[in-house]
Structure formats: structure tokens, C-alpha cells
């Protein structure tokens, strides 16, 4: 019976935010049973949160977030900026018909939203498009026509995408963010809201001039504000700003608080979120121990790392000894040291290892076998942790593809090529203390390889620190990259053809030659 457009009373009962704490993210990790519900309520939210409470802690606090959702295994839906408008095959299968007025159109249009599997969910979004449709019925018939149309195919689009199977133990999260929604995407979030969903509204730019408006929404509102136009990619690298002030007080804090609180190799996985700093700031963070850095943090079996990828062009007061000593003193007891681009050989691997990956996923045993594969020998939990994080880094899609093949392929040699040093570095890195470094001079005209972009990306996305050296100012490895991959930074004069910088030990990219010890600058 499909419903018609007078209100009806139903058996079921909405209790929107009032159940709720003041942690609205924790809160939204309860499952169904946890948010007090008696028979015939559903408990969800349904908030806009303007603005953010700490914009320095704010995007990694998202991304431990997201980690937790993904634990939880809490249906998510993540719309950026709006909903892409509908495609014509989308609108070509929605039923149409002539209508002479809003009600007989409303209920006209109700036969294309059916979902056989779960007839109670098929009726609340009957129920709640005839609702919403009704609102505005002094839109003239065409233009109401075509709002009908785009939440109907929005709803074809995404209800299956949170709802699945109806099985899981937590209601589906629709979350919104830094969005800038048109009339009509503004009624499909709003018809979300009376599903029994999450839906979440976050705009943590002050400046964006969206403001939802209905009944049941809870609106809250902070002073300061952060411009991010996309929620953190944990698979690419979370990121979080600091400012020298708010680094100095978060590590004081950690640094009398937590010290001596983790054991040695506690945690078996991390997230990096990418500490974006003033150049002075690279100096004071360096050589600190991750756990007293800000942003630091630990969930359960995860750490939260915040690393440096800095790229640091030109030279101070155009005095070489000064840099070359500055370069020197970076050089820490975990660090793999490069002296130029390109550091790969010619050796590629790609047309050998086609079985390794199969539609974007790596075939992980095949690669455990691989007579190139460099991490044989770690211990399951590492390699594991390995895998994980250069599955993550395909997954990204940070690396450009070539004109011949998929990134992916680059990615896999590359990985399959790393130094035993490097390895290691992975070995040894306990994620609370010190974390290992790559240190790159480039003095040269060479932008490096793309095998050479994979091991910075990789190394990245394992949460070692990057500093790469290029008085050249020239652009090199990000070339390879799809997006903003480094923190840049411009020190001084441009200086060009300076020789290699040798100031290796043993445990770096390369050995010295004889032209490395003739030149000192």
C-alpha cells in the first residue's frame, strides 16, 4: 500500500539527538543497543557542526575517528562538496508522468522508490519524501518535477550504499562534509535524517556559507576555523597543523605526562597524519621521540604518528659550509641518506610481477614468495603492518600513472627494489619513540625517478620523517605526484651545480667516491 500524502501517525518512535552526550563522535560509535532505545524507537543523530574547537588537532582527530568507525564496521557514507548531480542514464529510469498538481505529482512519483528486501525502509522514505516534497508547492510543476527527479535518483544512488543488507548492529553514518548543497541536495540530506541514520553535517571553514535548516536539527557552532576542503585520507596520510607556540606546549605536556608509559614494540600499527610546520619548527621536532610530539596519540592496538615531509629549497645567506653543516647535523642514528637523484638503479621490475596484484588488491602470499621480496624475513606483525600500508599507498592514488602502465605496477617495483637499509629502519621503528628519516640532497638538475617517488610515498605512509634538500629550488620528485605531497620551504639563495653531499656512515643511499671526497663546501 503505498502511503498517501496526509500525516500519519506511526508505531515507531524517533528520538532525535536527546539521547545524546557531549561527545557527539563517540557518541556516534554506539551501536543500536547502547543508545537506550526501547522497543519501536530509533536513537540517531542528526547535527551540523560549524567551525572546529582546536583547528590544530582537529583533522587528526577525524582521522582517529574514521579508524574507529572502520572498527566498528559502522556503515559510512562521505559526501564532499555535494552530491554529483545526476547522470541521464540515472534520470532515464526513473518513471514519469503528467501531473496537474504538487500532491498528484508527489504521489505519482512514490512506485520508484521500492526496496523488496526491507519494506519498513521503503515505507519511512515514502513517507518522508512525500514530506519534504509537500514543503514547497508553490514551485511551479516543472521545476518541482525536477526535484523529484534528483532525490529520487539520489536516493536510488546512496540508500543502498548505507543500508546493505540492514544486518549490521550500527546505524549507518551519512556524513556531510564541507558541503555547499543546492535546494534540492539540502531536502535528500534532510530525507536521510529521518531514516533511521546518522546524519552529520561538518563545515569546519567559518567562511562556507552553507547553514542547514530543519526541526530536529541540532546546530553548534565554534570561533575558530579551519579550512579543509576534504575529510583525512587515512589511507593517504591524515594531516595536522601546528604552529611553533602549540608544538612547544603539546610536547611539554607529553613529555611530563607519558614518558615511560609504552613498552617496547606495543603497538603493532600506525597512522601517519603529516605535521604541516614552519621551517624553524623542523628543527625543534626532528630528533623528538614520537610520543612527545603534538598530536601523538594511542587507540587500543593503534598509534597515531605525527611525521615531517618537508622539502627545503635554496641556501640561508647563500653560505655553503652553514648548509652543509645544517644537512649534517639532521643526520640521526635511523636515517637513510641520499646524496642525489636518481637513487634507483636501472633495474625494473614491472613486467615480472603482473601476478602480484589483481584489480587494485595485492595478492599478499604471492608477494611473501617473490624471490624480490625485500621484508622476508620480519616478523609477521611487521610485515603485516607493511602490506597493510602499501596496500593504503595504492589505494591512495599519490603516484601518478605513467603513459603505459598504472601506477601500481611503479609502486610494486619500487618496493620490491628497497635498500636492506631501509628495511632495517622498518624493522627497528617502535612507533612511540624515535621515528626513522629519509634525508635527500638533490643539487643536481635531475627530478629522480619514479621508483625514487614510491620510496618517499611509501616511507611516508610507514610514518618515517622526509626532509628533502634541494638548493636548486627546481622541482623534482613532485612531479610523480598526484597532489600536494611536501611541506615547502624557501630558506635562501638558489645555488646550482653543487656537488653530491656525502655525509654517509655506512647506512645510506650510496657509497662515497672519489669526487665526494675532493669536494667540500
Not at 519524501?129 to 514543503?135: A, G, I, P, T, V
Not at 535518483?153 to 548505507?162: A, F, G, K
Amino acid at each position: 500500500m503505498i502511503p498517501q500524502a496526509e500525516k500519519r501517525d506511526s508505531p515507531e518512535k524517533f528520538l532525535v539527538n536527546g539521547w545524546m552526550g557531549d561527545d557527539i563522535l563517540e557518541c556516534s560509535l554506539k551501536e543500536k543497543g547502547a543508545r537506550g532505545e526501547k522497543a519501536g524507537e530509533f536513537h540517531t543523530i542528526f547535527v551540523q557542526i560549524k567551525g572546529c574547537e582546536n583547528p590544530y588537532v582537529y583533522l587528526g582527530e577525524l582521522a582517529k575517528w574514521k579508524v574507529c568507525l572502520d572498527d566498528a564496521k559502522k556503515p559510512f557514507l562521505l559526501i564532499e562538496g555535494a552530491p554529483e548531480n545526476p547522470t541521464a542514464a540515472e534520470t532515464q529510469q526513473i518513471n514519469k508522468g503528467a501531473f496537474r498538481t504538487p500532491m498528484e505529482l508527489a504521489n505519482g512519483f512514490l512506485p520508484n522508490i521500492f526496496f523488496p528486501g526491507d519494506p519498513s525502509l521503503e515505507k519511512r522514505i515514502q513517507e518522508a519524501f512525500l514530506e519534504l516534497l509537500l514543503e514547497t508547492t508553490d514551485l511551479p510543476m516543472l521545476k518541482l518535477q525536477q526535484r523529484a527527479v534528483h532525490i529520487l535518483c539520489w536516493i536510488r544512488r546512496y540508500v543502498p550504499l548505507l543500508f546493505g543488507d540492514g544486518a549490521s548492529k550500527a546505524y549507518p553514518l551519512a556524513l556531510f562534509y564541507n558541503v555547499r548543497l543546492s535546494d534540492d541536495q539540502t531536502l535528500f540530506l534532510r530525507l536521510l535524517s529521518r531514516l533511521p541514520c546518522d546524519v552529520m553535517i561538518l563545515l569546519p571553514d567559518l567562511g562556507n556559507p552553507f547553514d542547514a535548516t530543519d526541526p530536529a536539527l541540532l546546530k553548534i557552532q565554534y570561533e575558530e576555523s579551519l579550512r579543509s576542503e576534504t575529510f583525512p585520507d587515512v589511507a593517504g596520510g591524515a594531516a595536522i597543523r601546528t604552529v611553533a607556540s602549540q608544538a612547544e606546549e603539546e610536547m611539554t605536556k607529553v613529555l611530563f605526562t607519558d614518558t615511560g608509559l609504552y613498552r617496547k614494540q606495543q603497538f603493532q600499527d600506525a597512522v601517519p597524519l603529516i605535521l604541516w610546520t614552519t621551517y624553524e619548527e623542523i628543527g625543534l621536532l626532528w630528533r623528538q621521540e614520537a610520543k612527545y610530539r603534538p598530536g601523538f596519540d594511542s587507540l587500543e592496538d593503534k598509534v597515531f604518528v605525527p611525521v615531517i615531509c618537508a622539502k627545503i629549497m635554496g641556501v640561508p645567506q647563500a653560505n655553503l659550509r652553514q648548509y652543509r653543516e645544517l644537512i649534517r647535523k639532521m643526520r640521526t642514528g635511523s636515517c637513510f641518506y641520499i646524496k642525489r637523484l636518481p637513487f634507483f638503479s636501472e633495474r625494473d621490475l614491472r613486467g615480472k610481477l603482473p601476478a602480484l596484484i589483481r584489480n587494485g588488491i595485492l595478492q599478499r602470499e604471492k608477494i611473501r614468495q617473490h624471490p624480490f621480496y625485500p621484508f622476508k624475513f620480519l616478523r609477521k606483525e611487521k610485515q603485516d603492518y607493511i602490506l597493510d600500508s602499501l596496500q593504503k599507498l595504492m589505494d591512495s592514488r599519490i603516484i601518478k600513472d605513467s603513459p603505459l602502465q598504472g601506477a601500481e605496477y611503479h609502486i610494486l617495483s619500487g618496493f620490491m627494489n628497497l635498500d636492506i637499509e631501509f628495511v632495517k629502519l622498518v624493522n627497528n621503528y617502535d612507533f612511540t619513540k624515535e621515528i626513522p628519516k629519509i634525508l635527500c640532497f638533490n643539487g643536481g638538475e635531475s627530478t629522480g625517478r619514479i621508483e625514487d617517488a614510491v620510496l618517499f610515498a611509501f616511507a611516508r605512509q610507514l610514518g618515517f620523517d622526509i626532509a628533502l634538500f634541494v638548493p636548486t629550488g627546481y622541482q623534482c620528485l613532485e612531479t610523480f605526484f598526484t597532489g600536494n605531497f611536501f611541506t615547502e620551504h624557501d630558506i635562501g639563495e638558489y645555488r646550482y651545480n653543487l656537488p653530491d653531499l656525502d655525509i654517509s656512515d655506512g647506512n645510506s643511499g650510496g657509497k662515497t667516491g672519489i669526487l665526494g671526497k675532493l669536494f667540500r663546501w
